[in-house]
């Protein structure tokens, strides 16, 4: 699921009473779209915010240990005692604590799974130089290219000279899948399978 102001909400006020016996204070809960953080505690001019990332998809459970993560963050700074770090010693008793006592499974930080990576890929259709490059060892190579075309011909170039390729072929693409590699005009290539790569470039246009 991704999740929402009322599912936050209804969530902190529940773990509230459940985890923390209602005595944590009103907070600002907001939705964000950070790709590196799912769940994230702060505070400016004594005012704490709980902001979570509506880029992941993930199971109801997770988000709800994320929302009691964020709370012991809150639960800490509200009671005015210094952690030895961010996730020092208070915080790992008090995330012991509820795991134990209400079966939670509150972790330090979340991991990705290959399946959630993907589910976070960008999806937005945008226009990619893809270069497919042939080398004489019969390894295939991937590159993105501005989208210029003294920098296309000096890749093509370069490439070449280097005496390692046969061939390149080159397509612009609008296939999201792209979005996940780098741009750049350095003489360099991702190596990956050629069928995996084609796969994405059914209704590119060769240039």
């Not at 400016?44 to 994320?66: A, G, K, M, Y």
């Not at 995330?95 to 990576?117: F, L, Y």
């Amino acid at each position: 699921m991704i999740p929402t102001l009322p599912f936050l909400r209804e969530s902190f006020d529940r773990f509230n009473l459940l985890c923390f016996q209602g005595s944590l204070p009103s907070v600002t809960l907001q939705l964000g779209r950070s790709r590196r953080t799912i769940g994230l505690f702060s505070c400016r001019n004594r005012t704490p915010l709980l902001r979570f990332s509506t880029q992941w998809d993930l199971p109801v459970e997770v988000w709800e240990d994320t929302v009691i993560h964020e709370m012991i963050h809150l639960a800490i700074w509200h009671s005015g005692k210094r952690d030895s770090s961010a996730h020092g010693r208070l915080f790992r008793q008090w995330m012991a604590d509820i795991n134990a006592t209400h079966g939670r499974h509150i972790t330090i930080s979340h991991r990705c799974t290959p399946e959630e990576r993907e589910a976070m890929a960008d999806t937005r259709k945008r226009p990619h130089v893809v270069a497919l490059v042939f080398f004489k060892d019969g390894k295939t190579g991937l590159k993105l290219l501005p989208q210029k075309a003294e920098s296309i011909a000096r890749y093509h170039r370069g490439l070449k000279l280097s005496g390692r390729v046969t061939r390149i072929e080159f397509f612009l693409s609008l296939d999201p899948w792209f979005n996940r590699f780098p741009t750049s005009s350095a003489l360099n290539v991702i190596f990956r399978d050629e069928a995996e790569v084609r796969a994405h470039l059914t209704d590119a246009v060769p240039i």
